[in-house]
């Protein structure tokens, strides 16, 4: 996507306009541009020459950003609130005037204030005066006028230009009515003149302008407060390092810190960009990355982050990731990112905003003209069709979704969740069911030793010192778990000799002239191991709660077991619990046995365990469970990248793969399940604040431009001066955004507020949904997995077939019960053997 900065724009018709324009030009493919950013994201082929062109054709410029800007993330300085104070010198201005204006026209007339001597019964003074405190205050708001006309002339009429018009009008007429007032002055009419004196409206051309600039000052200062989660995390990050460089510290800009350089952090100042600790140890600080208060100990090997702080220890580090590479520049990035794209719902704003102002335009025509020929004065007249114009309010519809998309993204990156786009952000709330992926998902994703069961006579502590002697040199992850205990317990593992592993049995290696044998129980079966029956009963426990025993025997007696597992996080039962309160269906896929899984989906509380998928399956999977409501998927592997590209929403784990967080629309920064019921509740709580903005803007005008019209004077007599429609039409936009602040109040974590959302009809069928793996022999090539899939998947009840001829074996998916035999038979009808069906 192509990035571009778009100047003059000044309301929702506006960035309407530009984008309907940008549209039409050849090559483009997609246009969003953003009203509150004043940027505009472009894909397809045109060149950027057309793009600008078409833009400056509409009547606004464009300039391409630079590419080392497209891929930076914003600097503070780009994010500084730079209108704010232009509209407040504005408004200071404007004001000091009209309370001078107002005290010779309001505050004269109904209160009867003095005046100086020479105006005493000068009506042609006064008017004069008026006029000419009235053209300073629009000289002072110039930009009106500029932008309002500028945009009539390109037949692209926007708020600016409702603003002129209805100030130009209540001049426009003053006018008339001084020249007029000086013709009766003249022929000595002095009822004349009193009268055209109540046919002023020149405070009200000021008013309109003061007001509508007070509201431009309150909705720009609150746009700013939009930026500030990003502003708060541009300003964490260091601006110097401290290098160490031929011995010596140096301290250099952070602009200057190159990958391989080797800089160090005492306590008390923040790391300045990613590492790796070679030296130290301490307790660093990550809740600007994470939102995580608690400190999280570093030692050697630790990788650390920029922006977070060094609380205790001193450090000495590696740089691994330096300037737009950081994690927290690639933070910053992505929350400006989605801050640029447009949300689905924002679809209807634009396109009531894209006619809104010429329809006001007319509805005021039509509203003067209809006074006029019901018998009231042209003042009278003018009055109503004046305040139609300053009443209406397009802007207001332009903001209602990008401050809440905003503001959102900015309270998700507070938390350590990052929504890539404004569509992940709407769409993620909407989700009815779950998909997480086991293994670094539900699980830690490390195994780690759960149960101790030495056989009488033998210690806890002896058998993990035989066991850590046996495992140090294997590979296997199971291996790594027992050493991780062992060194837990400071029980260092003595060396072995002759060390031998045993492919899918276990290992063998001789201590101190005694063999030792570890592994599974077949391997002491086919030692001659005499396993005690009390054991093999808790072993066989063990592993019906998916835990892994490992058997162990010294000289051909058996010593005890130690069970391994991939332990589930601590958090994965409340957070599923959480899904569930929320009316989401939980599903846990995993390519584990059907036994191990479901053990681990039981610890979880998911509803549905399924079991033996390939990761090429997963993705299949994800596609049936879509036919029965939005699936988010939540994963961590390169093996999650297919499921995760076909969700409807897709969650990445933190800790995972650069590719599966390549492949999510929201990732995860703390690697805690517990971030996706939360992901969710913030996704839901910016769409109802949404809903709310646009509700606010649509009956605001749907209410607001009738009253200005003057339809309930025959009926209630209710009559609005244009003064007021001004003051309604400045706050406008300033009470949504407003409203979307409040989601900075929104705690995340909170499940006060859940509630189970009408979800899709599940039906008992659907929730019966299984696995089963059948083996088959006979397969050899591609073909023959086609021929296999296309057997299973033309059965009743079979969703989908993965078959794998490498594995000798085919994952069916049921939807409902189908028998062993008549998934046997499909098969060996296209004559391949079945061996077993699991």
């Known amino acids: 996507m192509e990035q571009y900065n778009v100047t003059g724009m000044s309301c929702a018709a506006c960035s309407a306009r530009v984008e309907k324009a940008v549209s ?55 994010l500084k609130d730079t209108e704010t104070p232009r509209l407040k010198r504005r408004l200071i201005a404007s004001l000091i005037f009209w309370v001078v204006l107002m005290y010779f026209s309001m505050g004269h007339m109904l209160w009867s204030w003095p005046l100086p001597g020479f105006m005493q019964g000068n009506h042609v003074a006064m008017g004069i005066l008026q006029m000419l405190l009235t053209i300073i205050i629009m000289v002072i708001n110039q930009k009106f006028f500029i932008s309002g006309f500028k945009a009539l002339w390109n037949r692209a009429p926007n708020m600016d230009t409702l603003v002129s018009l209805g100030a130009t009008a209540a001049f426009g007429y003053s006018t008339y009515a001084l020249f007029a007032m000086t013709v009766a002055q003249v022929q000595g009419d002095a009822m004349a003149v009193m009268g055209y004196m109540e046919e002023f409206y020149f405070e009200s051309a000021a008013t309109i302008l003061t007001l509508i600039t007070v509201g431009k000052t309150l909705e720009a200062r609150s746009k700013g407060k939009t930026t500030d989660a990003l502003k708060g995390l541009m300003n964490l990050a260091p601006k110097t390092a401290t290098l160490l ?22 306590p008390g100042e923040n790391i300045p960009v ?42 000495r580090c590696r740089a691994t990731r330096v300037g737009q590479d950081t994690t927290l520049a690639q933070i910053i990035q992505m929350v400006s990112d989605a801050a640029a794209t447009k949300a689905p719902i924002a679809k209807i704003a634009d396109r009531v905003s894209g006619v809104f102002v010429p329809v006001v335009i007319t509805l005021a025509v039509i509203t003067t003209i209809v006074w006029l020929l019901a018998g009231q004065t042209v003042g009278f007249a003018l009055a109503r069709g004046i305040s139609v114009l300053v009443i209406s309010c397009p802007c207001a519809l332009g903001l209602a979704t990008p401050v809440a998309i905003m503001v959102g993204n900015g309270v998700g990156a507070k938390n350590g969740i990052l929504f890539k786009t404004a569509v992940s952000l709407e769409q993620t709330g909407k989700t009815e069911i779950v998909a997480l992926d086991k293994t670094g998902t539900i699980t830690s994703g490390e195994p780690r030793v759960t149960d101790i069961l030495p056989v009488d006579g033998v210690t806890e502590q002896v058998l993990m010192s035989l066991a850590a002697a046996l495992e140090q040199k294997s590979e296997h992850p199971l291996a790594r778990a027992v050493l991780q205990k062992a060194q837990e317990d ?100 995993t390519g584990d046995n059907e036994r191990t899984a479901k053990a681990i989906g039981a610890q979880a509380g998911v509803d549905e365990v399924i079991a033996g998928v390939l990761p090429d399956g997963k993705e299949t999977v994800i596609r049936s469970l879509k036919n029965k409501g939005r699936v988010a998927m939540v994963g961590d592997g390169i093996n999650d990248a297919p499921a995760l590209t076909r969700a409807d929403v897709s969650i990445a784990i933190g800790a995972g793969t650069d590719v599966a967080i390549d492949a999510a629309d929201v990732v995860l920064m703390k690697s805690r399940l517990s971030d996706v019921p939360a992901a969710i509740r913030l996704s839901r709580a910016t769409l109802h604040n949404i809903h709310e903005n646009l509700f606010w803007a649509f009956a605001y005008n749907v209410l607001g431009i009738p009253l200005a019209a003057g339809v309930f004077i025959p009926l209630l007599h209710w009559q609005m001066n244009p003064m007021y429609g001004a003051a309604a039409m400045s706050l406008s936009s300033f009470c949504v955004v407003s409203n979307a602040l409040r989601l900075n109040l929104f705690d995340i974590r909170s499940t006060k507020h859940d509630h ?18 059948i083996k088959i022999e006979g397969m050899m090539c591609g073909h023959c997995e086609a021929t296999v899939k296309k057997a299973l998947e033309a059965l009743d009840g079979v969703s989908a077939a993965e078959v794998s001829h490498t594995a000798g074996t085919a994952v069916v998916t049921l939807d409902k019960p189908v028998d062993d035999t008549v998934l046997k038979k499909a098969v060996e009808d296209k004559d391949y053997t079945v061996t077993g069906i699991e």
């Open 245 to 266: 460089r031929n011995g010596a510290e140096v301290t250099v800009p952070i602009e200057q810190v190159q990958q391989g350089d080797v800089f160090v952090v005492r």
């Open 274 to 315: 990613d590492g790796v600790v070679l030296e130290g140890s301490s307790a660093v600080n990550e809740s600007a990355l994470t939102g995580e208060s608690i400190p999280v100990d570093k030692a050697e090997g630790d990788s650390v982050s920029a922006a977070t702080l060094n609380q205790s220890g001193f450090l």
């Open 490 to 589: 400071n029980l260092p593992p003595a060396d072995v000799a002759d060390f031998q592993a045993l492919p899918g049995n276990g290992l063998t290696a001789v201590l101190n002239g005694s063999t030792l044998y570890g592994g599974n129980a077949k391997l002491m079966q086919t030692l001659g191991v005499a396993v005690p029956q009390k054991m093999a009963s808790s072993a066989e426990a063990l592993a019906a709660q998916g835990k892994t025993p490992l058997f162990f025997a010294k000289d051909g007696t058996m010593q005890g077991v130690i069970a391994v597992a991939d332990v589930i996080k601590e958090d994965s039962p409340q957070a599923v619990r959480e899904l569930q309160g929320m009316g989401i269906r939980v599903v846990m896929l």
């Open 24 to 78: 039409k030009v050849p090559g483009v493919t997609s246009c969003s541009v953003s009203l509150l950013t004043n940027s505009m994201g472009v894909e397809g082929t045109a060149a950027p020459a057309d793009i600008v062109a078409a833009v400056e054709a509409a009547g606004y410029g464009a300039s391409p950003k630079n590419a080392a800007a497209q891929s930076a993330a914003p600097s503070a300085d780009a």
């Open 756 to 773: 189970k959302r009408k979800a899709h009809k599940t039906s008992k069928k659907e929730n019966t949904t299984m696995n089963k793996t």
